[in-house]
C-alpha cells in the first residue's frame, strides 16, 4: 500500500579459523600490462581510462521489487514473526573492510582502522597479513577489541594487510564465515575481504560444484575465490577482472597477495570505497573516510564503481577499468544510516547530507512543539536540521546507554519494553508536560518506534510527534544490507495513517521521496532507492527471503543445502509480478 508523506490525529577454500601461514610460490614476474582492447569499454565514469603506473605517487584519474513472502512461521494472529531481538529495528550494514599497503606496521594500523568501522559490523573481525611471502590470518567472532589483542597482532608482521568487521545475515556467527577469507591455489594464496552481496550467488555456486568445487561456507564471498582459481588469464589482475564480470550484485573488496594489494568496486557502485595514504606514503582503502582519519591517512578519492585499483612496489597505483557503466547507483541509505556523520560517502558529507534531511522535514512537515529530540544516536543530526530550521529548541531527551552487552538477564516478572529501556532512559525534565518532536532515521518494522513513543509518554509528554529522516522503506536490500522481507516492513502493508496509530504518536511524518531527490540535485540519479521505490538497478536473479529466528547455518548443525548464506526459497511476491511479468493477467499464481 503506497505511503503519504504525512499522518496525525489533529528497513574454494577453507578460509583460515583461529591463524594459520600459508607459504606462497614465488611468481614469475610479469609486466603490468595496458588492459586490453576488449575492456577497454566507453564509459561515462573515469575508470574507463587505463592510467599510466606511477612509482610513488597515487593515479588521479576513475519494481521490479524481488521482495518476497513468507507463507508459514506465522504467530496466531497470522504475522509474520519479528526478529529475534525485537528490539532492535533497524537495517544492519553487513560489513566493513580496509587495506594497507606499504607501512611497517599495516596489521596494526588495519587494527585502529576496524575499530573505526566497527559500527558497520559487530559480530566479527579479522586480519590478513603479508610477510615474507606468507599470509598471515588472524579471525574471531566478536568485537574488534574482543577479537584482537598485543600477542595476536604480534602474529601479523608485515607491510601489507587487509582487515574486515563482519554483521552476520544469520541468527549465528561462527568462526568459519568470519573473514577475511584466505585461500591456496596453484599459483600461491590469496586473501580476500568484501562488503556487499551477490544476487547470482546461488546460480554461481551451482554451477561451480558442479564442475567439482567444494565449499566450506555459505557466504558468497567464497564464490569470488572458486573463480578467480579457474580463471587461466594473466597476469593476476586479470584474473580478478575475469571473475568479477561474472557477478551481479554489490561488491568492495580488497584483495591481497604475496606482493598486490587490490581494491575492486562494481559497475554501479553501491558500496563505499574509498583510498587514502598517510605521510610515509603507505596507500589505504577502506569503507568509510573515518577510518582513514583514525590512522592519519589523507583522503584522496573514491575508488570509482567498476574500477580496479592494483598496487605494489615495482609501479605503484595502477587502475584499470572492470566493465561499462552507464551510471553508479550508490546506496541512499549510507547517508541516511549507516555511515557516521564525520564521513565523507559518495563524496558527501554525511552530516551535511543528515542535517539537510531534518530541514526538509521541518519545512514540510511542520508541528507546533515546544522540544526536538532524537533518537540516539543516528537521529541526532537530523534533529539539530530540524530544530535549527523550526527555531525551537534541540535537546537530549533520550539517553542511549553505549554498555548493554549483546544478551542480557531479564527478570523473571516480565518488564514491559525491556529491551528499549536497556538501550534508552527518558529525561523527565525535558519530556514532562512537553509537545515533543522525535526525529528518527528510519521505520523498519514499527516495534521500536512504538515502544519509544510508549517511553515517552510514559515520562510526561503532552504530545508526541514522529519524524523520520528518510521516505518509507517498502523493499527489502539485495546489494548488502541486512533487511526483513517485504511483508515485515510497515510501511509496505500500512498507510502512514496506519502507522501512526500502530505507533501511538500524535502526528507521524516521512521525508518526502521527492524531496530527498531534490536535494541531491544534479546527482539524484546516481543513488539507488531500491528499499524506497521497489526499483532494483540490478535484478535479483533467486526469488528468496531472509528467514527471521534462528538458523541453521551455525558452522555444527544441519546440511549445507538448509543453510544458503540464511537465504530461503520463498513464494513470488504479486506485486512483483505484474512489473516483471508481462503475461501476469493470464496467469494463476
Known amino acids: 500500500m503506497a505511503a503519504s508523506p504525512l499522518s496525525s490525529s489533529s528497513a574454494l577454500s577453507k578460509p583460515i579459523s583461529k591463524h594459520h601461514s600459508f607459504s606462497l610460490n614465488t611468481p614469475q614476474k610479469v609486466p603490468f600490462p595496458l588492459l586490453p582492447k576488449t575492456l577497454q569499454k566507453p564509459s561515462s565514469f573515469p575508470c574507463n581510462r587505463v592510467l599510466h603506473p606511477q612509482k610513488s605517487q597515487f593515479t588521479t584519474s576513475s519494481k521490479n521489487p524481488i521482495s518476497d513472502f513468507f507463507s508459514a512461521n506465522k504467530n496466531e494472529d497470522g504475522l509474520v514473526p519479528p526478529f529475534s531481538d525485537d528490539d532492535d529495528d533497524t537495517p544492519r550494514e553487513e560489513c566493513g573492510v580496509v587495506g594497507i599497503f606499504g607501512d611497517p606496521e599495516a596489521s596494526r594500523l588495519c587494527y585502529l582502522a576496524l575499530h573505526a568501522l566497527q559500527h558497520r559490523g559487530q559480530e566479527g573481525a579479522g586480519i590478513v597479513a603479508v610477510n615474507n611471502n606468507v599470509l598471515q590470518s588472524v579471525t574471531g567472532v566478536g568485537l574488534v577489541s574482543e577479537v584482537f589483542n598485543e600477542s595476536k597482532l604480534d602474529q601479523l608482521p608485515g607491510e601489507m594487510a587487509i582487515g574486515h568487521v563482519r554483521y552476520s545475515t544469520a541468527g549465528s556467527s561462527m568462526l568459519k564465515n568470519v573473514q577475511p577469507f584466505v585461500a591456496g591455489y596453484r ?28 565449499f566450506n561456507t555459505s557466504s558468497d564471498t567464497e564464490v569470488v575465490l572458486h573463480l578467480i582459481a579457474i580463471s587461466k588469464a594473466r597476469p593476476f589482475f586479470l584474473r580478478i577482472v575475469e571473475a568479477c564480470e561474472k557477478l551481479e550484485g554489490a561488491y568492495s573488496m580488497v584483495f591481497v597477495t604475496e606482493d598486490k594489494l587490490v581494491a575492486v568496486r562494481d559497475p554501479h557502485g553501491f558500496r563505499p570505497l ?8 603507505a596507500v589505504v582503502f577502506a569503507s568509510e573516510t573515518c577510518a582513514l582519519d583514525l590512522i592519519e ?4 578519492r573514491e575508488v570509482y564503481p567498476g574500477e580496479v585499483l592494483v598496487v605494489d612496489k615495482k609501479d605503484g597505483v595502477q587502475s584499470v577499468c572492470l566493465m561499462p557503466h552507464p551510471e553508479p547507483k550508490q546506496c541512499i541509505f ?16 554525511v552530516y551535511e547530507s543528515r542535517h539537510a534531511f531534518g530541514e526538509i522535514l521541518a519545512t514540510e512537515a511542520p508541528v507546533d512543539c515546544d522540544v526536538v529530540i532524537a533518537v540516539p544516536d543516528s537521529g541526532m543530526v537530523a534533529a539539530l536540521g530540524y530544530a535549527g530550521k523550526a527555531g525551537v529548541p534541540f535537546q537530549q531527551g533520550l539517553i542511549r546507554s553505549h554498555y548493554v552487552g549483546r544478551t542480557f538477564i531479564e527478570p523473571s516478572q516480565k518488564i514491559r519494553d525491556f529491551g528499549v529501556k536497556l538501550k534508552l532512559s527518558p529525561v523527565r525534565g525535558v519530556l514532562e508536560g512537553k509537545r515533543i518532536v522525535v526525529v528518527d532515521d528510519s521505520i523498519v518494522r514499527g516495534t521500536t518506534s512504538s515502544k519509544i513513543v510508549r517511553l515517552i509518554k510514559e515520562a510526561g509528554a503532552k504530545e508526541v ?5 528518510s521516505p518509507p522503506i517498502i523493499g ?19 498507510s502512514v495513517e496506519e502507522i501512526r496509530e500502530f505507533i501511538g504518536c500524535d502526528s507521524l511524518a516521512f521525508l518526502p521521496f521527492e524531496s530527498l ?70 496467469s494463476n499464481i
Not at 274 to 281: A, L, T
Not at 337 to 349: D, I, W
Not at 482 to 489: I, N, Q, V
Not at 520 to 531: I, K, M, Q, R
Open 274 to 281: 574509498v583510498m587514502g595514504r598517510r605521510s610515509n606514503g
Open 476 to 494: 527489502s536490500c539485495y546489494y548488502g544490507v541486512d533487511t526483513p522481507s517485504s511483508e515485515e516492513l510497515i510501511s509496505n502493508r500500512m
Open 334 to 349: 549510507e547517508h541516511i544510516y549507516f555511515a557516521l556523520p564525520n564521513s565523507v560517502v559518495f563524496g558527501r558529507s
Open 187 to 214: 599459483f600461491g594464496s590469496i586473501g580476500v575481504a568484501h562488503n556487499g552481496n551477490l544476487v547470482n550467488y546461488r546460480a554461481l555456486r551451482a554451477m561451480l560444484e558442479d564442475n567439482g568445487s567444494i
Open 465 to 469: 510527534h514522529m519524524r523520520i529522516a
Open 297 to 300: 591517512a589523507t583522503y584522496e
Open 517 to 586: 531527490k531534490k536535494m541531491l540535485g544534479s546527482e539524484s540519479p546516481n543513488f539507488c532507492y531500491a528499499c524506497f521505490s521497489g526499483k532494483y538497478p540490478v535484478m535479483p536473479r533467486e526469488v528468496k527471503v531472509k528467514r527471521v529466528g534462528d538458523f541453521l547455518d551455525d558452522g555444527l548443525n544441519g546440511p549445507m543445502d538448509s543453510i544458503d548464506g540464511g537465504w530461503i526459497q520463498g513464494p513470488r511476491d504479486l506485486n512483483i509480478e505484474k512489473e516483471i511479468d508481462p503475461l501476469y493477467q493470464k
